[in-house]
């Protein structure tokens, strides 16, 4: 499995390096999923599982990769029952096997909670389900009240209509403000504002390769100058 390549140093790190552990960053973006831990040789720490004391890598580059394999250093200091760590390297030797000789980081990634969720009994890990389920005993008995995950308001399918009705209100309350000439109007309701001018700024959001910047330069039509940039930057594709 992967194990650290030769020797380890300050090397000219290429952009497309930089540009990886860039992209691996905004796709971990939870607090504490990935952090920068070097600079030159360039690596980062992942927490695998969602808490560090299940799994962490620290993946270190260096300049043959992503030819050969970057240097992982594995860290799981609460486990009971510790699997091999070899066993756990085997599959990241094959992850970055399967990427052939591309960029491999998150796929690293993936492997590592793959293999932690297929091979390590989940009681040998800090907060297990025995662990959490003795724990929500007692808050239900404390609170006496059913105990569960936190709400998440973006789970709620149902819409609270007073709520609704009252951002309507409050919207309405807003004085017209007063312009400036020459400034541009915000829109008015009714038919009667459709002879003023918008002042309007809009945002596309979405997942990676959604086609964001295709449609922005298709609908927007920019010069060359102002188009968005349209590249297979690593994990903006299908493989990686």
Sequence with gaps: GPGPPPPLGAYEVPEEHEEELEALAAILCEPGECERVGQNPPSVAVTVGGDPSVLRLVITLHPSYPAEPPSLELSHPKWRHAPSDEALRGALGA????????????????????????SVDPEALPGSAEAAGAAGAGEQAEGGGA?????????????????VRAAAAWASSIPEPSLCAGEPAPRDAGAHAYGRPWALTLGLVGKPSAGKSTFFNAACKPPPSGAAKVAAHPFTTIDP
Excluded at 97 to 118: D, H, I, K, N, S
Excluded at 147 to 163: F, H, I, Y
């Design 147 to 163: 105990v569960g995950a936190e709400e998440r308001w973006w789970d709620r399918e149902e819409v609270d209509e007073a709520a």
């Design 95 to 118: 992850a970055h096997a399967a990427a052939g000789g591309g960029p491999a980081l998150y796929e690293l990634v993936v492997a590592a909670q793959e293999w932690l969720e297929a």
